[in-house]
């Protein structure tokens, strides 16, 4: 069959690379003309670095105000609070400092100011939804009234999606959002605005755009530019993300890793991943693991049972990663552990009587059942679940 496909990308006008952040999000607020720029930031970042501080200062009379409250796996209520701070004071212009909390909390609160959502039970309407036959039910979103810059702090590369992630606790279960100008505007990659970025947050969310690059070139409906940019984030990331191990202050290196994250993210939603980011989500949901962390104990468990259908894509993974000829699930496994990370459900506490309710909340995430081999039932998921035992 002949190739063919549709790659959409993302309405992003530009990303500043190697600059301060300070006075990139100044200049920012300037080129467009902001006058009441709303931050919002992890409140480590807000209260024990200068950060926060800095970007405030440069701001002056534009800043408009801070929403630092933000929780980790973005629960529903915790997007709310945000969304009430960001109404209250009516902004033009809104910059996420942070990881992927944050950066989710601020497209979530972008959705709830256009569509007029004050509570948590007001999101069911706007979350995307499985029909009995599987496929996808998006919600249109009115345009926001504002649009979002991102700074961030790690290598989740959230910035790099229009796609959401909100935990819903009332069901347990990790949902999914999107809009088409939630992502942000523009991306600020500053290394030297992560080096109290803890080593292991680091280091996991690395590994964490290691599988976006993965699960993208084994993508059961991948795409050229896809591959391009991700084979190149991994050759980037063999190198970046051990020097980062190695010497943390060096901030060249860490910008070597923002880039190969950038590279990475630019496939998230534009081609279908897999099982190590669908069962992800529901590790994170159900047992609290971080997002790093659940790409460090899934994704070589996950490369194992798709070997069969993803055998030439995985190919490519090896030799990306410096490794020709050897299983991918090897050589990711054995780069995550060389970088001190997880590499098992139980280190990262997961408890085994957890298995069973993560493995039937996986089924209802798009990206399982867009896995390269079907996955239709809990016994699959459980398969998968005890490989990263």
């Keep these: 069959m002949a190739l063919s496909g549709i790659h959409e990308f993302l309405p992003q006008d530009r990303v500043i690379f190697g600059q301060p952040a300070a006075g990139a999000v100044l200049a920012e607020a300037e080129r467009r003309g902001a006058e009441r720029v709303f931050v919002v930031a992890s409140g480590t970042l807000s209260r024990r670095t200068d950060v926060v501080a800095g970007i405030k200062q440069a701001l002056g009379v534009r800043f408009a105000g801070l929403f630092d409250e933000t929780v980790e796996h973005t629960p529903r209520p915790s997007v709310i609070a945000a969304a009430r701070a960001a109404r209250e004071v009516g902004p033009d212009l809104i910059v996420s400092v942070g990881g992927g909390t944050v950066i989710d909390t601020v497209k ?52 790099f999606s229009n796609i959401a992630g909100c935990t819903n606790p009332e069901r347990g279960i990790k949902e999914h959002f999107t809009a088409p100008t939630i992502g942000p505007v523009a991306v600020i990659l500053d290394p030297a605005a992560c080096l109290h970025t803890p080593e292991w947050l680091w280091l996991s969310t690395g590994i964490r ?52 994250a950038w590279l990475a993210g630019s496939s998230i939603g534009k081609v ?118």
């Design 108 to 159: 979530l609160l972008q959705m709830c100011l256009a569509e007029g959502v004050d509570n948590s039970d007001g999101l069911e309407d706007l979350r995307v939804k499985v029909a009995a036959d599987g496929s996808h039910q998006v919600p249109e979103i009115a345009t926001p009234p504002c649009r979002q810059i991102a700074v961030p702090t790690t290598l989740s590369a959230a910035e």
């Design 209 to 260: 755009a290691v599988d976006h690059a993965v699960e993208g070139i084994c993508s059961a409906k991948p795409q050229p530019f896809a591959d391009a940019v991700s084979l190149h984030a991994l050759r980037l990331f063999a190198g970046a993300l051990p020097a980062n191990l190695a010497a943390p202050d060096d901030l060249e290196a860490r910008l070597q890793s923002q880039i190969a």
């Design 272 to 389: 279908p991943y897999g099982a190590s980011h669908g069962i992800g989500h529901q590790l994170g949901a159900v047992a609290g693991v971080p997002h790093g962390h659940t790409s460090c104990v899934l994704l070589p468990a996950v490369l194992d049972y798709n070997l069969e259908v993803t055998k030439d894509a995985q190919a490519m993974v090896s030799q990306a990663l410096g490794r020709p000829g050897e299983p991918a699930s090897r050589a990711v496994g054995d780069f995550i552990a060389s970088l001190g990370q997880p590499r098992s459900l139980r280190e990262v506490g997961v408890e085994r009587g957890q298995l069973s309710t993560i493995a039937e909340g996986s089924l209802e995430n798009p990206w399982v059942q867009a896995n390269p081999r079907p996955i239709d039932s809990a016994d699959q998921v459980m398969e998968i679940l005890e490989k990263a035992w």
